[in-house]
């Protein structure tokens, strides 16, 4: 008998293997997050951007021209021909910016509650054009932020806070609340959905103002979103365990925060990640967000519906889950044996293996990190 099994000990090449297979998570997250953020963040560059130039007549449409040259694939330019019609452009989300080239006071209208980001880039992209014309530019800002949302994205780090609470709670539900009936755990996931929901509504709009306005309405959504989260993540677990973690976070760390458009628009951004904000639901949050707070009269049917489509098939994967699950429990019948008085059983197998089930869902909820 050797000393590790004489005392009980466990073998260090044995905790040394543990260790290591918990340790290609965290490698893996800081390679994906890697290659998400800094593929989506780094190079911001304007791709079809909409601007419009105001005025009519053949030296308002050499002048339009001229810029679209001078842009290139970075712009797409158009003439309309009055203010109103750019300002109206501009509430409607339909252009990034809208110059005005008066011979005396040339003007640039923006939107920054549509994206303050853009709304720095078109100034930059523009700002040459009356340089050379010896004459400041006029900025405009046609829709702004609350002065308690100075850069408009709160609604960004709002989500942040609900999808770090969301996948977290998924996965402590899937790890810790793994024996209970599917039923019962959707039934929490959507009962911590409306706690992680109202605590983080709470913070953002009456305690910090990043919700100046619509707060009750955002709420709503936001238990739907992180419902969503919550139910895919379960769903999920029932089918991955431990890989669970680093599923969950790109779906709802990776690729959702990076495609949100909370911080860049899908206009300067890669064109991977500007095709998930079509659809991703982070993007559905907080575009429909954004509109509440600065854009009310574009309504929000497209986001909700986003939102509640994920929703609905985080509910159908945990349907298929449960049904597997009820399969793989269910034991062979066989006869029951006449009753027998027995003396309290002992330590065995079954127990040992319920207390190595219950320290590795410690062990993987641990392993739920925020990102």
């Given amino acids: ?7 009980g000990a466990t073998p260090t090449r044995t905790v040394v293997h543990h ?13 994906g997050m890697a290659l998400a953020y800094l593929g989506a963040f780094h190079q911001p560059a304007p791709h ?14 050499t002048f339009a021209q001229g810029l679209q040259d001078s842009l290139g694939d970075m712009a797409a330019v158009r003439t309309v021909p009055t203010v109103d019609d750019a300002r109206s452009a501009l509430e409607q989300m339909e252009i990034a910016g809208a110059y005005v080239p008066d011979p005396a006071h040339p003007t640039l209208l923006i939107a920054s509650a549509a994206s303050d980001t853009t709304a720095t880039i078109v100034q930059r992209m523009l700002s040459p054009v009356a340089l050379a014309q010896g004459l400041p530019l006029q900025i405009t800002d046609v829709v702004p932020t609350a002065d308690t949302d100075p850069t408009g994205q709160g609604a960004f780090f709002y989500l942040v806070a609900l999808s770090v609470g969301g996948y977290s709670a998924a996965i402590a539900i899937g790890a810790a609340g793994a024996r209970l009936r599917m039923r019962l755990r959707l039934l929490f996931g959507l009962g911590v959905a409306a706690v992680i929901a109202a605590i983080a509504t709470a913070v953002a709009g009456p305690l910090y103002g990043a919700l100046p306005n619509s707060s009750v309405q955002i709420g709503l959504l936001a238990w739907l979103y992180v419902s969503a989260v919550v139910w895919i993540g379960v769903a999920l677990h029932s089918f991955l365990g431990r890989w669970t973690t680093l599923t969950v976070v790109g779906l709802f760390v990776m690729l959702n925060f990076t495609s949100a458009g909370g911080v860049f628009a899908p206009s300067v951004q890669p064109g991977f990640f500007a095709s998930l904000h079509s659809f991703w639901i982070g993007s559905g949050l907080v575009e429909a967000a954004r509109r509440l707070l600065y854009f009310p009269a574009l309504g929000i049917g497209s986001q909700v519906l986003t939102i509640a489509l994920w929703a609905v098939a985080g509910l159908a994967m945990a349907t298929v889950a449960g049904l597997l699950e009820g399969r793989r429990s269910t034991p062979a019948v066989a006869p029951s044996p006449a009753p027998v008085a027995v003396p309290p059983p002992a330590p065995t197998a079954d127990s040992t293996d319920d207390g190595a089930a219950e320290t590795r869902a410690d062990e993987e909820i641990e392993e739920a990190v925020g990102v």
């Fill in 1 to 7: 008998m050797s000393a590790h099994a004489a005392t």
């Fill in 19 to 31: 260790l290591l297979t918990h340790l290609i998570v965290p490698v893996l997250l800081a390679t």
């Fill in 48 to 61: 079809g951007m909409r601007l419009d130039v105001v005025g009519s007549g053949p030296q308002v449409a």
